[in-house]
């Protein structure tokens, strides 16, 4: 596909569990962000990668909330011991440099 | 506190006539200003920016204006059509060796009514 892929679309899962969300950025794009968007609000940055470094994670609310991209590609964002006030949609975006970002259509977490 | 503000929450306006979002910031930082536009189940897709040193970027449709002065920038759509439909955030940013570490409004929900 031609865009940002995010899985899976939706994530329900009990408070105190691991998740793990995937983005898979359009190829090519050196530069991939996340952010988390809550209920009735816009999206708030979490963490940018260029390459397989994590340039700025300044975002990441606490150490519960860990992102990495191995290969310059892929990128992962985990959160441990979840709690109820981590639902929201996780948004990925890729970018080539200084170019505006691509969004994924997120992934829906719902912690119960 | 909110750096970027989109003080009114929806708009409601007919096909055919200009539909004016507006947004404020706060933070005399930033540099580099965009539109985003989103469907319900999907995510924000890039419509338009605008560089500090600029007044006016517009592209077809849609023209953005930015006041430094005012610290305001607003999205003229027009004309208006009912596939606009949509959540627009304004967002802006910091230039920070490429990072697009971006700072998002609330959004607003434009509804373009046939």
């Known amino acids: 596909g031609a865009g940002v892929s995010q899985t899976p679309s939706n994530k329900v899962t009990e408070k105190g569990k691991y998740v793990e969300l995937r983005c898979d950025p359009i190829?090519?794009?050196?530069?991939l962000y996340w952010y988390r968007q809550s209920l009735g609000q816009g999206p708030e940055f979490l963490i940018y990668f260029q390459g397989t470094g994590a340039a700025d994670d300044s975002g990441l609310p606490n150490d519960r909330f860990f992102a990495v991209r191995p290969e310059g590609s892929v990128s992962t964002l985990k959160i441990q011991r979840t709690e109820r006030g981590d639902s929201a949609v996780y948004l990925c975006?890729?970018?080539?440099?200084?170019?505006?970002?691509?969004f994924g259509n997120g992934t829906r977490l719902t912690v119960t | 506190d909110q750096q970027v503000k989109q003080n009114s929450p929806s708009l409601s306006v007919q096909e055919g006539r200009i539909s004016i979002l507006n947004c404020d910031y706060t933070?005399?930082?930033?540099?580099?200003f965009l539109w985003y536009k989103k469907y319900p189940a999907e995510g924000p897709t890039f419509l338009i920016s605008i560089s500090s040193i600029k007044d006016k970027n517009e592209d077809g449709r849609f023209t953005v204006f930015l006041n430094k002065s005012a610290k305001h920038l607003s999205l003229h759509i027009v004309p208006s059509q009912p596939g606009d439909s949509a959540v627009y955030f304004c967002?802006?940013?910091?230039?920070?060796?490429?990072?697009?570490?971006?700072?998002f409004g609330k959004g607003m929900k434009l509804t373009v009514n046939p």
């Open positions: 190829s090519g794009h050196t530069a």
């Open positions: 975006a890729s970018s080539l440099m200084n170019s505006p970002l691509h």
């Open positions: 967002a802006a940013s910091v230039y920070q060796g490429g990072s697009e570490k971006l700072v």
């Open positions: 933070n005399s930082m930033f540099d580099y």
